[in-house]
């Protein structure tokens, strides 16, 4: 089955400073690649996804790339703002389908003021 | 107006006991899931739901029985609860079965505690 993993557990930046969040998945079958922000005992929301063929997707601050090649992607976050530290987890999925999401373990963002 | 909710919010419960856990959801989707995420905050798939037919069915132990009336509901029952089961239980929903429209909703999940 896929196996995601998830770079760094955490990380602590500047206010103001960007942060990379970095992921690598397993099976080469995924095609869907989702982005959620989860707040302290709220639901994982999604932020920005990428599918494989699209190498990179911007969403004002955000930015996501993926290089299907190596079978990784990436999270971009820039001028980072306190609301932003949260966990963010990165998932992939063969999509099209009822697929679960297979999850990394997760980043913890700390933006410090 | 919640696009997925789940019921309840809280469950504490002894060992041994039986409990269920409802979600629904009013997206119109067709597809719906069962996420488990542990104290380490580790999401992982448990099961997935198309059109009230079954279509995922990780390594669950079979305590857990999911069950889906119509597409827009699918609960979890859970017999003989463990400690191990203590966790969030996350449901969330998406059109599934069609590219382009694999975006999951999650549910504000529901935190339950063996004791």
């Known amino acids: 089955g896929e196996n995601v993993e998830q770079h760094p557990s955490t990380l602590s930046v500047q206010e103001g400073d960007s942060a990379v969040i970095k992921c690598t998945y397993s099976?080469?079958?995924?095609?869907?690649f989702p982005w959620y922000k989860q707040e302290l005992g709220k639901r994982p929301q999604l932020i920005i996804d990428?599918?494989?063929?699209?190498g990179e997707k911007k969403d004002q601050r955000i930015a996501v790339t993926l290089n299907k090649t190596a079978k990784h992607f990436s999270l971009h976050i820039t001028e980072t703002q306190p609301e932003d530290s949260a966990v963010y987890f990165c998932?992939?999925?063969?999509?099209?389908?009822?697929?679960?999401?297979?999850f990394g373990k997760g980043t913890h963002l700390i933006i410090q003021p | 107006d919640t696009a997925v909710s789940q019921t309840p919010k809280y469950l504490v419960t002894q060992m041994g006991n039986d409990k269920s856990i409802k979600c629904e959801q009013n997206?119109?989707?067709?597809?719906m899931y069962w996420y488990k995420q542990d104290s380490k905050k580790f999401l992982k798939i448990m099961f997935s739901?198309?059109?009230?037919?079954?279509?995922i069915n990780e390594t669950v132990p079979n305590r857990f029985s999911p069950k889906s009336p119509d597409k827009a509901h699918l609960n979890l029952h859970i017999n003989s609860l463990e400690l191990g089961d203590s966790a969030v239980y996350f449901c969330?929903?998406?059109?599934?079965?069609?590219?382009?429209?694999?975006?999951?909703?999650f549910g504000p999940g529901t935190r339950l505690t063996v004791l």
């Open positions: 739901y198309n059109n009230k037919e079954l279509i």
């Open positions: 990428i599918r494989s063929n699209v």
């Open positions: 099976d080469s079958a995924s095609n869907y």
């Open positions: 998932a992939a999925s063969i999509g099209g389908g009822a697929d679960g999401l297979t």
């Open positions: 997206l119109g989707h067709d597809t």
């Open positions: 969330a929903s998406s059109w599934g079965l069609a590219y382009y429209t694999d975006t999951q909703y």
